[in-house]
T-cell receptor
Framework: DAKTTQPPSMDCAEGRAANLPCNHS???????VYWYRQIHSQGPQYIIH???NNETNEMASLIITEDRKSSTLILPHATLRDTAVYYC???????????????FGKGTKLSVKP | DTEVTQTPKHLVMGMTNKKSLKCEQH?????MYWYKQKAKKPPELMFV???????INESVPSRFSPECPNSSLLNLHLHALQPEDSALYLC?????????????FGSGTQLSVL
């Protein structure tokens, strides 16, 4: 079972920041937070991941609360092409360094509007 | 080349047919995955291959038969499917035993079983 809770849908105006929340209150110390998105009729696409520090890359920023029970994905300047389903996933880091399997929850459908 | 290629993109088959889905990657990844995605649902993990050996079978019915003939190819053989098996079948690949590895997904094969 997915270990995350996300709102089913959100709207965002084009050019504004999109802030997508995720609750993972049962996360354990060896679990990472990953974000993927799926644009209609395409395969999921990796966005970003983190353990406890905030992370930023060319696509987005990930803010993880100090207790690690929730996180927020930020798309700083949303465009129409960012309309997609966004999945927040917790993924265990196994002994030996391998990652647990990617198990998707229901995700948030983000609609970016002009 | 950061692409996972799936063929065919669309497939229609009868319940008595035998068909195969193909997946190919040339990123040197040694882990490959099959996911199944029903309409408006998140992807569900079916199989995981690690170094060309089946490591995970998520209780998938035997009418789905995976095969990994070499490190670049992954097949899914289909036989005697049911209409409820109609779905988008996604292939993915990743590095193995590497911290924080990302999954790269193909665009999927849209399967319709009549």
């Amino acid at each position: 079972d997915a270990k995350t809770t996300q709102p089913p849908s959100m709207d965002c105006a084009e050019g504004r920041a999109a802030n997508l929340p995720c609750n993972h209150s049962t996360i354990s110390g060896n679990e990472y937070v990953y974000w993927y998105r799926q644009i209609h009729s395409q395969g999921p696409q990796y966005i970003i991941h983190g353990l406890k520090n905030n992370e930023t890359n060319e696509m987005a920023s990930l803010i993880i609360t100090e207790d690690r029970k929730s996180s927020t994905l930020i798309l700083p300047h949303a465009t129409l092409r960012d309309t997609a389903v966004y999945y927040c996933i917790v993924r265990v880091l196994n002994y030996g360094g391998s990652q647990g399997n990617l198990i998707f929850g229901k995700g948030t459908k983000l609609s970016v509007k002009p | 080349d950061t692409e996972v290629t799936q063929t065919p993109k669309h497939l229609v088959m009868g319940m008595t047919n035998k068909k195969s889905l193909k997946c190919e990657q040339h990123m040197g990844h040694r882990a490959m995955y099959w996911y199944k995605q029903k309409a408006k649902k998140p992807p569900e993990l079916m199989f995981v291959y690690s170094y060309e050996k089946l490591s995970i079978n998520e209780s998938v019915p035997s009418r789905f038969s995976p095969e990994c003939p070499n490190s670049s190819l992954l097949n899914l053989h289909l036989h005697a499917l049911q209409p409820e098996d109609s779905a988008l079948y996604l292939c993915a690949s990743s590095q193995v035993v590497q911290k924080n590895e990302k999954l790269f997904f193909g665009s999927g094969t849209q399967l319709s079983v009549l």
